[in-house]
């Protein structure tokens, strides 16, 4: 189960404080934050994308006012603010008009301190570092992967987020897995990426693909293979899921052969990082901690590692699910924004 958000009052705060803004397609998520990663307030407006980024940067000023306020603070309190945006450089990737205009320069007309901007996946790791299983057990190097739509991911290695050159690190989806000829396409148009095998859209056209050859399994009574629109297709991960549940053969083994792919690109990455742990988040987690399905499907990530990785590192790691839920997006935005402060 993800952490529980705790609210604190102003006297039991430690300054200075810092605003966290993690944007999103539907909503973005605001929180004051403390200087020891307690939030202070937490608000959430509509994206509303259409209207465009300056429509919602002025949106989001106005909101982060309003939540400075509710928090018992004075804006001259806040000496920084985190945005945690989907995107690669301070363009928001969320429809091809936001990427036209910078969403960090919008932001900049009506804030009066500085700004941070980060990637989402980037900050939601540093999220979990600095505010969740990170700060709980104390890791400094770690890796968070995010299942969802694509397969996010962010490395932090001694405290530090792996940016890179280009900005284009930590980008492990699209780490090759498969180079075989015939490689499943990833959704960035390239073959044998780990996002095809794992994230969400990649589990629900192997899914698919499979239910089309007539496949038997407890699914077939709810997917219309013929002419089913894509909207229906996004759902078979959770439908997968339930089916498992029911103790449908086909499902578990669909959850399992995903597992073994994302066991596959974790291995790879503890060769090259050798961190403290890894976390699985995002949407797709199959049930994720406690439930019966989702702690199955943490064990055959498990399983998969230990059969490949070094002894000594399979040994040693810690596999687990990430705490933070989707605060880890706004928690991390704050963090890093901190950070920035603090350099």
């Not at 007309?109 to 980037?122: G, I, M, Q, S």
């Not at 299983?133 to 792996?162: A, E, F, H, Q, W």
């Not at 492990?172 to 897995?177: D, M, Q, R, W, Y």
Request: one cysteine or more; aromatic letters at 8%; a negative charge.
């Amino acid at each position: 189960m993800d952490k529980e958000r705790v609210i604190i009052s102003k006297d039991k705060a430690s300054s200075p404080f810092f605003v966290g803004v993690d944007v999103g397609g539907t909503e973005i998520k605001i929180g004051i934050v403390d200087d020891i990663a307690q939030t202070l307030c937490f608000t959430k407006i509509s994206t509303l994308v259409d209207k465009g980024p300056q429509d919602t940067a002025q949106r989001t000023s106005a909101a982060i006012d309003l939540a400075i306020r509710e928090a018992g603070l004075d804006p001259s309190d806040v000496v920084r603010v985190g945005l945690a945006v989907p995107g690669l450089t301070n363009f928001a990737y969320l429809n091809e008009d936001w990427r036209n205009i910078s969403f960090q320069d919008e932001m900049a007309k009506y804030c009066t301190v500085p700004l941070t901007f980060e990637n989402d996946a980037n900050a939601a790791a540093y999220g979990e570092h600095w505010a969740g299983l990170g700060k709980d057990k104390n890791y400094n190097s770690m890796m968070l992967l995010t299942l969802g739509t694509g397969v996010g991911c962010g490395i932090i290695i001694d405290d530090r987020l792996v940016i890179g050159t280009n900005k284009h690190g930590g980008e492990c989806g699209h780490n090759i897995v498969d180079s075989s000829e015939y490689a499943r396409m990833c959704n960035c148009g390239h073959r044998g990426h780990l996002e095809a095998y794992t994230s969400a859209t990649g589990v629900a056209r192997r899914t698919f693909e499979l239910l089309e050859t007539g496949i038997r399994t407890s699914l077939q009574s709810r997917v219309q293979v013929d002419g089913m629109p894509d909207t229906e297709k996004r759902k078979l991960p959770k439908m997968l899921y339930e089916e498992a549940l029911n103790g449908d053969e086909f499902s578990i083994k669909m959850i399992k052969d995903t597992a073994k792919w994302l066991g596959i690109g974790i291995v790879t990455l503890m060769h090259t990082i050798d961190p403290n742990c890894v976390l699985i988040g995002g949407a797709m987690t199959f049930g994720g901690k406690g439930d019966r399905i989702g702690e199955m499907f943490l064990q055959w990530i498990k399983d998969e590692v230990n059969f490949r990785a070094f002894a000594l590192l399979a040994k040693n790691i810690v596999i687990d699910f990430a705490v933070l839920g989707s605060d880890a997006g706004y928690l991390g935005a704050a963090g890093v924004a901190r950070k920035d402060f603090r350099c």
